[in-house]
């Protein structure tokens, strides 16, 4: 039964009004922060020219293409809906480099990258997305969701002219990738009677026999990567305790590990010549750029420091790199790193000059103990000028990562003078594979104290007034908040936000859509046969124990955590007599896109932590 809700505003208790004794930090304010358009997801043309890349402004993720060496953007696209930026696709060239191939709300189109509007694939196409090319620049790969709502593999043309099945019909089927000789497909499975595990199968286009490459019960290979001359797959698994490289030949021989580092290799792409792979590794939070010699597995470090390398792309002739990069005091760009030289020429500008003078502050990592001893690892933002109040941000996922990223409300608060801990909490990436386990079956009980202990942390440190820390967190973190919230006996927090977080696992299970349900049942399993892992994890029952103040935000066109959640959060409040706020957003899915909704949120955050954490003078 589907559970109508309406856009509203909704308040138990006096509301949380702006202070009109508190005024923005010098140089910052909202505007300013929400002023940044995002730029992501970019390819380098085949012949290294070209750059295509997505740029998220005026509330659309646009397609644009701009020189390799910088200069000024060309836009390709023009009614692309936006969409939450980790789960974009990648524009991808045709081997020719004539032809774009994108998907535009859901549906793959292709364009002539020299002009013309990008036009439908003419087939009969419910969902389709991330179309990869073949060698011969008019056949690709599409990804394509049917009545089971599954991702399944399909090969069809640029005109569409035919459409045929290259996967089996049980399980989910991602990340197809041509061989350079275009005689096989190599791809992700995700098993439907395992869901702890990925399999790297391959396709013979010839013949169109479907085999296992590598696999192993309960393991995790996935990003499989063809060398260029089609002899060897590069792939990363989770068969050790961090994520490492493998290899294997296409025919199933050869299989080896090639990289045995203590820290997790968390992207890969082969080098023209087939001799290097260039890497990104996961220290702590910082992912450094590197290059792996394929014949010995070594290392050699081309980019390190406190901040994200990502989406690396290769000259053809391997004299050059190109890569995106963020750290806490700088927002996503695209750059250019010379191999000769190792030079980084800046390719992007998407700071406003305005925000760019402005101090930021650099996180530092502390360690604690959490209540069994393990220990957590967090990024502390220490204010110039301190306020005495602190904020605790979970992250989502909850296999995620709080690393060295570009977080501009985190930067707009500590120039408040707030201190802001991230804590990385039991089920974090990036620890281990026993630490990203550690939470399985487990939700809402120790990930929660690791939090409630993040607060001691805060509350002890010089010039923090304990009562005076507030929690906030989106999806995962959320959640993580109302559980703080709900089942702290000791109430270390003055008051907490949700942002599109779960309070009730059951009904969110029922109605969120396909993938997210699969990634729940791959953590805790199903509700039918784990109902004492839902009820545990489910806040919603200890709603009456909640003291202090909430704002609850909410998306309505949310389908990974369903409005639904929020509104059965507030029902629940308001039949316990507690103080809260709840606000929906109409046309806002599982991360808000729109800048008028991100200015409202974020006024709507500030006035709350303001009115319930700063004193009456400072």
Not at 332 to 343: G, L, M, T
């Amino acid at each position: 039964m589907s559970i109508p809700i309406i856009e509203k505003y909704e308040r138990s208790g006096w509301p949380s009004l702006t202070r009109p004794d508190i005024k923005p930090p010098d140089g910052w304010s909202l505007a300013l922060i929400t002023a940044i358009n995002r730029i992501f997801n970019h390819r380098l043309s085949p012949d290294g020219e070209r750059i295509a890349f997505l740029w998220n402004r005026e509330d659309l993720n646009e397609v644009f293409v701009m020189p390799a060496s910088g200069g000024w953007p060309r836009r390709i696209s023009v009614d692309r809906a936006p969409w939450p930026y980790w789960w974009e696709e990648v524009p991808q060239w045709s081997p020719d480099g004539r032809w774009l191939a994108f998907s535009v709300n859901r549906q793959v189109h292709i364009v002539d990258s020299q002009g013309g509007i990008p036009k439908i694939l003419p087939l009969p196409l419910t969902k389709s997305t991330t179309p990869m090319w073949l060698p011969d620049s008019n056949r690709l790969i599409i990804t394509l969701y049917n009545e089971d709502d599954a991702p399944h593999l399909y090969l069809s043309d640029r005109q569409g002219t035919f459409l045929r099945r290259l996967t089996p019909t049980s399980g989910d089927n991602f990340d197809a990738r041509p061989s350079w000789d275009g005689r096989y497909v190599a791809y992700v499975h995700w098993p439907a009677d395992d869901l702890g595990r990925r399999d790297i199968r391959l396709t013979d286009l010839e013949t169109n026999e479907v085999r296992l490459l590598v696999g192993k019960a309960g393991k995790k290979d996935w990003s499989p990567r063809w060398s260029p001359d089609s002899q060897w797959i590069a792939f990363q698994s989770q068969r050790t305790e961090n994520d490492q490289v493998w290899l294997i030949r296409p025919d199933g021989e050869g299989l080896h590990q090639l990289t045995k580092l203590g820290v997790d290799v968390d992207e890969i792409a082969w080098s023209p010549d087939g001799k290097l792979l260039a890497c990104t590794l996961n220290r702590r939070g910082s992912f450094d750029l590197a290059l792996i010699e394929v014949e010995t597995g070594s290392i050699t470090e081309l980019r390190v420091g406190r901040g994200i390398h990502s989406e690396i792309n290769w000259a053809p002739d391997g004299s050059f790199l190109t890569f995106e990069y963020e750290d806490p005091l700088n927002p996503p760009d695209i750059y250019r790193f010379d191999i000769a030289s190792r030079k980084t020429t800046q390719l992007t500008y998407s700071n406003p000059p305005a925000l760019e003078k402005n101090p930021k502050i650099m996180p530092e990592e502390v360690v604690y103990k959490s209540y069994d001893g393990l220990e957590i690892s967090a990024l502390l933002y220490k204010p110039h000028k301190a306020n005495r109040a602190a904020l605790v941000f979970p992250h989502g996922g909850p296999t995620e990562q709080y690393g060295y990223c570009w977080d501009e409300l985190v930067q707009y608060f500590v120039a408040k003078g707030y201190t802001i801990i991230l804590p990385n909490y039991r089920g974090s990436t990036g620890y281990g594979y026993t630490f990203e386990h550690a939470n399985y079956n487990n939700w809402g009980k120790g990930d929660v104290k690791d939090i409630l202990y993040a607060a001691r942390l805060l509350a002890e440190l010089p010039g923090i007034d304990h009562e005076r820390i507030g929690i906030y967190g989106a999806s995962y973190g959320g959640y993580l908040s109302i559980c703080c919230l709900s089942r702290d006996p000791d109430y270390l927090f003055a008051c907490g936000i949700s942002k599109f977080g779960d309070a009730n696992l059951f009904t969110s299970w029922a109605q969120c859509e396909r993938n997210t349900r699969l990634y729940t049942r791959m953590q805790i399993g199903h509700p039918a046969s784990n109902r004492q892992s839902y009820l545990d994890g489910s806040p919603i029952y200890q709603v009456k124990k909640v003291r202090r103040p909430m704002l609850i935000l909410h998306g309505m066109k949310d389908d990974v955590v369903p409005p639904q959640a929020s509104e059965e959060l507030a029902e629940a409040m308001r039949r316990h007599g507690k103080t809260f706020e709840y606000k929906t957003y109409a046309d806002e899915p599982h991360g808000f896109q729109k800048r008028t909704n991100i200015m409202e949120a974020y006024v709507r955050i500030e006035r709350f932590f303001d009115w319930y954490l700063l004193p009456h003078t400072l």
